[in-house]
């Protein structure tokens, strides 16, 4: 048994990277679909939606821009959230353009020393959130056919993002003081009409580099779900929560949405004329953590600047809680 754990340890990715591949030949007629859905997806909303706002965070940060933005709003930033007035553009951009710009920006701001190590944990654990167009167009007006319900879910989204902010404020000591008036006068913040074509394509470089990413991981994870349904997996997890008193119809969202947040809210607002107050709790929830696909998008954006993930999951999970929590007052 212990050379069988030792073994599985060594060769569990294989395995599973080789079940995977093997799963792509037994469903290949469902996992094309299921591909063609994840492009269409990410084609369509995705990519529109999220390209303009990378190009323009990209932008802002060759700017002075954060700079000013710092000092406007440090005398708020520091007391509540223990960061830098800088960070703030993580937070507003953050929240208005959805997943995951909040991590872009979180390491754009490290990568040109503006916040240190543990002041982008601190930010990575609340400044990636669903976008308003997600919540109010797609979940609440077409899902749920409820603009009220969408706004709900939005301000529940939102308020819980800033109670996660406030929580981990005492998330580590951070010794490192970084003196961000530098900035202010660095030449990279200013920009010359000379070096203007030079900056918009970079920016659109790594804006497509990024975009690209996500899209990948959008098709694979609908390819995944895909096989899951199929194999009979989602099935025997379903049934084996069943014995625990969760019934099926809400466990498939739950799980579904565990993995990919869309996919998932889709199945739960279809339990909305049925079961209307679990169905908008079940959303709230999987709309604060966001799915694991979500989270290997940010992993592999702030992996390349050495920031945890672990603060992510943490601010993640708490702010799922929290639009829970927020949404049952609200009701």
Known sequence: MKFFVISLKKNGFMIIFLLFTLSLLLFSSTNLIAAQDGLALWA?????????????????????FVNLLGKWLNPIMKPIFNVPGESAIAIILGTISGYPVGAKIVCNLKKQNIISKIEAERLIAYTNNSGPLFILGTVGISMFANKKIGIL???????????????????????????????????????????????????????????????????????????????????????????WGISETISLPVITGLLEVTNGVSLSSALYTTMPTFSIFISAFLLGFGGLSVLLQVYSIIAKEGISIKPYFYGKFLQAIFSTVLIYLFI
């Open 44 to 64: 369509t909303s995705v990519l529109p939606t999220l390209f303009p706002f990378f190009i323009a965070t990209e932008l802002l940060c060759q700017t002075n």
């Open 153 to 243: 879910l939005l301000i529940s989204h939102i308020l819980a993002s800033l109670c996660v902010g406030y929580v981990f404020h005492f998330w580590k000591k951070d010794h490192i003081k970084i003196d961000t008036s530098i900035f202010q006068t660095s030449s990279t913040a200013l920009i010359k009409i000379s070096d203007l074509g030079e900056i918009i394509g970079n920016a659109i470089k790594n804006a497509i580099t990024t975009i690209l990413t996500i899209g990948g991981f959008v098709v694979l994870f609908s390819v995944i779900i895909s096989i899951f349904n199929h194999s009979g997996i989602m099935h025997i997890i379903t049934t084996i929560l069943s014995y």
